[in-house]
């Protein structure tokens, strides 16, 4: 079965300071795809990245900062220079691509980041 | 383009009650779903069709009931509200399965039963 764990349950920081959100997953399938999403106080989610299991490769996009490593289950997500609009939940989550499976999504339970100014 | 609406935004029950909330999608996507979100437990699938006609439970099915008679339409109803469904409901499309593309949610509906 799948899971993730995102074991940070809140962090506070100060503007600027950079900023990693963990997560660690769990998968039997060989192919697979992660995603972080983003949900703002006005409660949306909000799609960040998605990333299949053959893709080590780190991402950056603007201040944000992807780092994926198969050989420890992990799929972390840095905030460069947080600034207060990052305040959010942010969710990992695992799509399984094999067999029978719809492929649904599996969230971790989300990590509270609050910027302060 | 709309993508995925919802209706209703927020909405109250009383225990007992039952009621359909609406999901629509303008994409054209066959995979649509439904996410209950919980405090301290992430999004948690209730029930998913892969195509009209077509539904299957997820993880937390039970005292909820899909039909999917469109490619548009994903309605979720709650056959007899209990205080346990008091919860924020997200309804989802995406062109293909298995995460080969993005999921959409919809901006989401607050449900509280009393």
């Avoid at chain 1, 100060?14 to 900023?19: Q, R, S």
């Avoid at chain 1, 950056?60 to 600034?83: E, L, P, V």
């Avoid at chain 2, 346990?84 to 309804?91: D, E, H, M, P």
Wanted: charged share 15%.
């Amino acid at each position: 079965a799948q899971k993730v764990t995102q074991a940070q349950t809140e962090i506070s920081v100060v503007e600027k300071e950079d900023v990693t959100l963990d997560c660690v997953y769990e998968t039997r399938d060989t192919t697979y795809y992660l995603f972080w999403y983003k949900q703002p106080p006005s409660g949306e989610l909000v799609f960040l990245i998605r990333r299949n299991s053959f893709d080590e490769q780190n991402e950056i996009s603007g201040r944000y900062s992807w780092n994926f490593q198969k050989s420890t289950s992990s799929f972390n997500f840095t905030i460069t220079a947080s600034q207060v609009v990052d305040s959010a939940v942010y969710f990992c989550a695992l799509s399984e691509a094999g067999g029978t499976s719809y492929g649904k999504l599996t969230f971790g339970q989300g990590t509270i980041l609050t910027v302060h100014p | 383009n709309a993508g995925v609406t919802q209706t209703p935004k927020f909405q109250v029950l009383k225990t007992g009650q039952s009621m359909t909330l609406q999901c629509a999608q303008d994409m054209n996507h066959e995979y649509m779903s439904w996410y209950r979100q919980d405090p301290g437990m992430g999004l948690r699938l209730i029930h998913y069709s892969v195509g009209a006609g077509i539904t299957d439970q997820g993880e937390v099915p039970n005292g909820y009931n899909v039909s999917r008679s469109t490619t548009e339409d994903f309605p979720l109803r709650l056959l007899s509200a209990a205080p346990s469904q008091t919860s924020v409901y997200f309804c989802a499309s995406s062109a293909y399965p298995g995460g080969r593309s993005e999921q959409y949610f919809g901006p989401g509906t607050r449900l509280t039963v009393t």
